[in-house]
């Protein structure tokens, strides 16, 4: 999972594994569907399909339908992995709500290196497994 993708920030992490999770079937997803799973506005959408679409993490077709591009495949699986780690962590440690834990999550994630995130994610790993203490 070491892949290393350019700097994203909690925002650009966010759509990527919203994303990743409403491309069922690679048909393409439409801007109302992205701006109605992260309850924001259209016009916030298509801001970020221009930065991800910039960044070639997304493609967007004529007909306004957005696919991930294979680096966007493959940072939104890395980035949903760590997410869910840490989301949980957050969760069950911090005894956060998961809205906050959520959000928290995506913040820590934006501010580290990959190999900082990954490395983190080992500890939670092994503290969940009872082979690191937290106290």
Same mark, same amino acid.
């Given at each position: ?31 109302? !569907? ?27 077709? /004529? ?11 493959? #940072? ?14 957050? @969760? @069950? ?7 906050? #834990? ?8 934006? @501010?580290?290196?990959? @190999? ?8 939670? !790993?092994?503290? /969940? ?7």
């Amino acid at each position: 999972m070491s892949e290393n993708y350019q700097t994203l920030t909690a925002s650009q992490i966010n759509y990527l594994i919203t994303l990743f999770h409403l491309n069922s079937g690679n048909v393409g997803i439409r801007c109302v !569907d992205i701006a109605k799973a992260l309850e924001i506005t259209k016009p916030s959408v298509h801001t970020m399909m221009k930065t991800l679409t910039a960044m070639k993490l997304v493609r967007k077709t /004529r007909y306004g339908n957005v696919f991930l591009s294979e680096d966007g495949i493959k #940072a939104a699986q890395q980035y949903d992995g760590y997410y869910k780690t840490v989301i949980s962590y957050f @969760e @069950e440690y911090l005894c956060l709500s998961r809205k906050q #834990a959520g959000r928290s999550a995506l913040a820590v994630l934006s @501010e580290l290196s990959v @190999e900082e995130i990954e490395c983190m994610c080992v500890k939670i !790993d092994k503290t /969940r497994e009872g082979i690191l203490d937290v106290s």
